[in-house]
């Protein structure tokens, strides 16, 4: 069973709150994908003020609209409410916002989407009261959605007749890698770390692993078991968030089995090159995907050179030890098709960790290195896991990363290999530095007094930066 558990949004419950104090009247948009914890944030931020909060349904729009009417009716603590007549939503919200004010009250309307799609009129309806009563008093409203597509396109877009009216918006998302230690206080870092690589930050899935459970036994039981909450999901969170879920699921699968060009994409989903543009774009909207571009290449090379890559951590792995196990998985095997997956999972988590140290937060907190651009940088069979770039002071840092445990001598090699990659990057002039992150690094402390960037994985929680 998943824990209710609250964390971090530290940030995004500080916006709120500021917003909030304003007493200003507020017209606040707030999206992220499924699972990202919206709800959670909005029902924790409102839980001390006077608030109304509505979850909208795939119910006719009068339905819902009788639905709000009747949760108002119970918060102004008047049996009558309900009862009065309201053809549009407009109207409701007029009355409502007399009703309370001079009251600093919260209303959310959750899914918000979901009324878009019953009656698109409900934005210029919303317009029209926020416009003639909303924008006067003390309501702090609060739209939230799933859909980023519908969101960013019908709520936030300039064709959008909320345009121009929203005091604020937020996308939600995913929580940081530190916040991992809340919900299980005594994993290891790299157990931490493990679990990044299989469900990234969503909230909604790592409530679902046990802290009490070791990490091998909860991805065998929470991840590869048949009738598993995350066995199943990566489907069903592509039927919920894309109308052709197919073309999606095979750009996905095609991305995830290390087809990262266009042009590999294309042949690989037999798909026409304007659709795969189209999906992948949508894909990128959504947060589950990402074009990478080397982090010192120009707009011209930009247009040529771009990765693609899945930048949720749940899919990738899904994608990787769930589908192609399917059959054996079915017939409950889960146990061992991960006893033989812990060879290729270590290799996976090289690119997982390459991934979590370009985080700028996580980055930063490690090395104290100020930058301006980070990413990695690639040339003709060469590659840098990690470049970042301070282009005011013209000072870079380049940075390998091995997800493994490294002796002295292997650690210096990679040093000096890395400085002899450095010089292909150009940057003629600029002040550089060199680093190395491993998993432990024998004679750490030692190479440090020497001048060399060194890091473990115990930094990464709870070191002090070397810069």
Request: charged content about 30%.
């Amino acid at each position: 069973m998943s824990r209710q558990k609250f964390v971090d949004r530290k940030m995004e419950l500080a916006f709120l709150e500021e917003r909030y104090a304003s007493g200003d009247a507020e017209l606040l948009i707030i999206y992220g994908r499924r699972r990202i914890g919206k709800t959670e944030l909005l029902l924790h931020f409102a839980r001390d003020k006077e608030h109304v909060y509505f979850l909208a349904s795939e119910k006719p729009y009068m339905d819902n609209l009788r639905e709000l009417q009747r949760m108002m009716g119970d918060f102004l603590g008047d049996r009558l409410f309900p009862k009065i007549e309201f053809s549009e939503v407009d109207e409701l919200l007029i009355e409502f916002s007399k009703r309370v004010n001079g009251r600093r009250v919260v209303l959310i309307i959750d899914e918000f989407p979901y009324l878009i799609e019953r009656y698109k009129p409900v934005l210029s309806l919303i317009q029209r009261a926020w416009d003639m009563e909303l924008s006067k008093g003390d309501l702090m409203l609060i739209l939230c959605g799933s859909s980023v597509s519908s969101m960013e396109t019908e709520v936030l877009g300039y064709k959008s007749p909320l345009y121009g009216r929203r005091t604020g918006q937020w996308k939600v998302g995913e929580l940081p890698f530190w916040s991992l230690r809340e919900f299980f206080p005594s994993y290891s870092t790299e157990e931490l770390v493990k679990v990044y690589g299989v469900l990234g930050g969503i909230p909604a899935y790592l409530l679902r692993f046990n802290p009490g459970k070791g990490f091998d036994e909860n991805v065998v039981e929470r991840v590869l078991s048949k009738g598993a909450f995350l066995y199943e999901e990566a489907e069903i969170l592509l039927k919920e968030e894309v109308r052709e879920p197919a073309n999606y699921f095979a750009i996905l699968q095609a991305v995830a089995s290390g087809r990262s060009r266009f042009g590999e994409i294309v042949n690989a989903t037999g798909l026409e090159k304007s659709l795969v543009s189209k999906y992948l774009n949508v894909l990128e909207k959504l947060g589950m995907v990402e074009r990478e571009v080397p982090v010192t290449a120009s707009r011209k090379e930009a247009l040529k050179r771009g990765r693609y890559s899945i930048t949720d951590n749940y899919l990738v792995f899904w994608f990787r030890y769930v589908l192609p196990n399917r059959s054996y998985l079915e017939a409950g095997m889960s146990r061992e098709v991960w006893e033989r997956s812990k060879e290729d999972f270590n290799e996976y988590m090289g690119a997982v960790f390459e991934r979590l140290l370009r985080k700028p937060e996580v980055f930063t907190k490690l090395t104290g290195f100020g930058f301006t651009k980070i990413g990695r940088w690639w040339h003709r069979g060469e590659e840098i896991d990690l470049v970042a770039l301070n282009e005011r002071e013209k000072k870079a840092l380049f940075v390998e990363v091995k997800w493994k445990d490294l002796s002295d001598r292997e650690a210096r090699g990679i040093l000096k290999d890395l400085e002899r990659k450095a010089e292909l990057v150009g940057l003629d002039g600029w002040e550089k530095y060199y680093g190395l992150v491993a998993k432990s690094v024998e004679g750490k402390e030692g190479l440090r007094g020497e001048g060399h960037l060194v890091w473990g994985l115990e930094d990464i929680l709870g070191g002090s930066p070397v810069m």
